[in-house]
């Protein structure tokens, strides 16, 4: 996910009372299948369901209906201070399709954009759960995972992300007893840039501090952040993904990779001595459309011509090319066990720009690492997309995951 800020990781001291369940909506996850693939590519179905993120659930008080928090403002009598808010408040059931716009059949997941009911929910972020109060947890290294995604009806400014991050597998109800709620409600989102935007973190409201965004009408930023490790695999609307390296003819409407249709992404997770306690030594990408299987395209810049993966010293070119500091490397690698989400969103920040267009705007676009994409600078406003792009979705679909070379057929 594009990074805003960085910042510390903090841990909340439990109380006796805490994050509530509410009981006025039911809570039904949607049910979708997966495909755990053993080598030699035969491959087992799963039943297994998302769960959506607390942060978009109605947040209600114990004793009643009155919201605790509305539009970017938390309710001053219900929630005061972080842990009576906490003991007062109750995170309730989602209606998925009527409120959220999110869908399931089979195995595919598909997340709406801009839903309107009795409010207007803008995106969505859900999580694949392994029980009905357990994430489900990959290890990523030795292995691959793949998908299929459409993204044909994601324009400028929007972003279908699948990412994983090392939250807690019961997202934090066994770990702070004030967490009454855990992965049943979507509870302990946690990434890399230490979101200052979610509600409830360890139990405790994000009351103390909150600032309501002065841009967007749903969200505001606390004193605290969450952090963990993240991995993304897919960052992307039909224009541009943030997957590097790439040539300009490769991804898009018509290209190489064809973003008006469904395709396959494959993303592996090679170790230095082929294991899966081995160290990370490469993050290798395919493409699989219409039969044909596409390996990611070589940079075209110039001292990284010979990279088409992710390695060391890739990064560390790219890194040297661009000016940016590799803090990848600085932090090492990735926890092993780590959640699955997929997402859809917007960005009120910088309009995605980063993601497909040129980003900073006021930087000569000649320059590397400046252009990402051919959408306008003054494309991807919230405002514009949201009225202009409400029916925009993203669908997810045929998720396998197993050892290398063992979800698709080369």
Request: glycine share 8%.
């Amino acid at each position: 996910m594009f990074n805003k800020v960085a910042l510390v990781c903090f841990a909340f001291v439990a109380v006796a009372l805490g994050q509530q369940i509410g009981t006025l909506t039911a809570e039904t996850h949607p049910s979708l299948t997966v495909q755990q693939c053993s080598a030699g590519g035969s491959c087992t179905t799963q039943q297994r369901a998302v769960v959506l993120d607390a942060n978009w659930r109605w947040l209600h008080s114990t004793s009643g209906s009155n919201n605790c928090y509305t539009g970017n403002t938390w309710d001053a009598t219900l929630c005061p201070d972080d842990t009576t808010c906490a003991a007062n408040c109750a995170l309730d059931g989602a209606d998925y399709a009527g409120t959220y716009g999110i869908t399931a059949s089979g195995n595919a997941l598909t997340l709406k954009f801009v839903t309107q009911s009795q409010q207007k929910n803008i995106g969505s972020r859900v999580y694949l759960m392994q029980d009905q109060d357990n994430y489900q947890m990959f290890s990523l290294l030795n292995q691959e995972f793949t998908f299929d995604v459409d993204v044909s009806q994601l324009p400028c400014g929007l972003n279908g992300a699948v990412y994983f991050v090392s939250m807690d597998q019961d997202g934090g109800k066994s770990k702070f007893s004030t967490n009454k709620a855990g992965a049943r409600y979507g509870t302990g989102y946690c990434d890399s840039q230490c979101p200052h935007d979610i509600k409830f973190i360890n139990g405790q409201a994000n009351v103390d501090g909150w600032q309501p965004s002065p841009n967007d009408t749903n969200a505001g930023s606390g004193t605290y952040g969450s952090c963990c490790d993240e991995m993304d695999l897919w960052e992307a609307n039909s224009i541009s993904s943030a997957y590097t390296p790439t040539r300009k003819d490769f991804y898009g409407p018509g290209m190489t990779v064809n973003t008006n249709a469904k395709f396959t992404l494959v993303t592996q997770f090679i170790t230095a001595d082929g294991t899966a306690n081995g160290a990370l030594s490469e993050i290798r990408r395919f493409y699989v459309q219409n039969g044909q299987v596409i390996p990611n395209s070589f940079s075209t810049f110039t001292g990284l011509t010979s990279y088409n993966s992710v390695t060391d010293s890739y990064c560390n070119a790219q890194k040297t090319l661009f000016g940016d500091t590799n803090s990848f490397e600085d932090r090492g690698g990735f926890e092993k066990r780590m959640a699955l989400v997929l997402s859809l969103w917007d960005d009120h920040a910088v309009n995605m720009l980063w993601l497909d267009s040129n980003y900073p705007t006021d930087a000569d676009a000649s320059q590397p690492g400046i252009a990402r994409g051919t959408c306008s600078t003054s494309s991807g406003e919230p405002t514009d997309v949201e009225s202009q792009n409400a029916n925009a979705q993203v669908t997810y679909s045929n998720i396998r995951f197993g050892p290398l070379n063992s979800t698709f057929t080369a």
